[in-house]
């Protein structure tokens, strides 16, 4: 599929880092084989949510990162859970969504809970009409849960008009946290593919311009949270149905990465706090810590 890249706007910006903490406060639920062990506040009033991403194989191992999103939460409620792309490999017929998404996730579907996705390079754009999806036939939106503004974009395709939306959206929003989430990082330290340079050159200025705090992409078969750039949090979470082990190379963007198991991550916002987890397949804690948001201690990043 032809990538159509629009021309990268320059902007003048200043932008003050956040920083991330690790955290690790147990709470421990017993089960039947396992003691889970959350780390995140689960507070009242927060926003909770998890994130998967490159799921859609209908594997085994993708089946098992399903059952441990359940386990995970009856000990932490999350509300609902953003795809990163490639929702579905290898086919588009009802067969495909039924073994690929919907038996894979049907307890958490039987709940009600909402799934919000995006497109990867893997995704026919029809997929944007599918109920479960949450999209609502667009390719590009936006989503608002308490103090948090979400905007899922189609990394596949970045022109003008939808970088036009992106900066009227972002522009005339005064949330609290502005999180981005599509399918290609614009940073990466992967070997198979690496950041999106073009990519990053378009949205990243807008990003700056109008506060994004945090931004959540796919693509590569691995996890990855990359050090603060420009004041943005970049997380990469692509293994939620494929892993592509040994992939993570050498660089000194990466704060965290893990190549070794596929996972999935659980967030919580609570006022200028984000908190998150990062759980393996076999339930074993990959990375955790909380992201500050320096914008409302008017621009100075706490210490």
């Known amino acids: 599929m032809k990538r159509l890249v629009a021309s990268a706007m320059t902007i003048a910006f200043f932008a003050v880092s956040g920083f991330v903490e690790n955290v690790f406060c147990q709470k421990e639920a017993a089960t039947s084989k396992e003691t889970l062990q959350v780390s995140l506040p689960v507070k009242d009033g927060s926003v909770r949510f998890a994130i998967i991403g490159d799921t859609g194989s209908g594997t085994d191992k993708q089946q098992q990162i399903a059952d441990m999103m359940v386990r995970y939460k009856k000990v932490f409620p999350f509300e609902f859970v953003l795809m990163m792309g490639d929702n579905l490999y290898g086919g588009e017929s009802a067969k495909d969504y ?7 996730y049907k307890v958490l579907l039987d709940e009600k809970l909402k799934f919000y996705a995006t497109l990867g390079n893997h995704d026919d754009a029809n997929q944007r009409m599918y109920d479960h999806f949450n999209m609502n036939g ?45 399918h290609h990082p614009p940073y990466s330290s992967g070997k198979a593919h690496g950041p999106d340079m073009q990519l990053r050159d378009v949205v990243e200025p807008i990003f700056v311009k109008h506060g994004v705090n945090v931004v959540f992409a796919g693509h590569e078969h691995f996890y990855e949270r990359l050090k603060p750039q ?11 149905g494929k892993l592509r082990a040994g992939d993570v190379g050498t660089s000194q963007l990466s704060a965290k990465s893990s190549d070794q198991d596929m996972h999935f991550m659980l967030i919580e916002i609570v006022d200028d706090t984000m908190h998150f987890q990062v759980i393996s397949r076999t339930g074993k804690t990959v990375d955790s810590g909380t992201v500050i948001n320096p914008r409302k201690k008017n621009g100075v990043a706490a210490h």
């Not at 970045?158 to 989430?181: A, H, P, Y």
């Not at 004041?231 to 293994?239: M, V």
């Open 138 to 182: 667009k390719e590009y939106y936006s989503f608002k849960k308490g103090n948090v503004t979400f905007y899922s974009l189609n990394s596949n395709y970045m022109d003008k008009r939808q970088v036009d939306w992106l900066e009227g959206e972002l522009s005339k929003n005064t949330s609290e946290w502005k999180i981005c989430f599509f």
């Open 98 to 104: 039924d073994k690929k998404f919907e038996s894979v």
């Open 230 to 240: 420009k004041g943005i949090h970049y997380f990469i979470s692509g293994a939620g």
